[in-house]
Nanobody, 121 residues
Framework: QVQLVESGGRLVQAGGSLRLSCAAS????????MGWFRQAPGKEREFVAG????????NYVDSVKGRFTISRDNAKNTVYLQMNSLKPNDTAVYYC??????????????WGQGTQVTVSS
């Protein structure tokens, strides 16, 4: 079992930066791949970034490459999403998830409640 709690979402102006955090509890965190997904109003949940259990592999959706960075600290049971050069279309509820390294949400077994990111123009 893994419990996930996201934090760090807020209102920010376009061009600004945010760092989201996802605190995990449970013994399997350090052996789980982690992912960040997002869901905007009226849209399907989409993959944003993923990281392998040891941080050695990462992947990103094309729209955030070069702007977002996923990282993890297994000693702190935390995964991060550093978001720079934010755009209004980054506005969404952001979720972290634990499971297998994948862009598919069905490959993740555990999900947090989400944190709202709003980017104003």
């Amino acid at each position: 079992q893994v419990q996930l709690v996201e934090s760090g979402g807020r209102l920010v102006q376009a061009g600004g930066s945010l760092r989201l955090s996802c605190a995990a509890s449970g013994r399997t965190f350090s052996s789980s791949a982690m992912g960040w997904f997002r869901q905007a109003p009226g849209k399907e949940r989409e993959f944003v970034a993923g990281i392998s259990w040891n941080g050695g592999n990462t992947n990103y959706v094309d729209s955030v490459k070069g702007r977002f960075t996923i990282s993890r600290d297994n000693a702190k049971n935390t995964v991060y999403l550093q978001m720079n050069s934010l755009k209004p279309n980054d506005t969404a509820v952001y979720y972290c998830a634990a499971g297998a390294m994948s862009r598919w949400s069905t490959m993740y077994n555990y999900w947090g409640q989400g944190t709202q990111v709003t980017v104003s123009s």
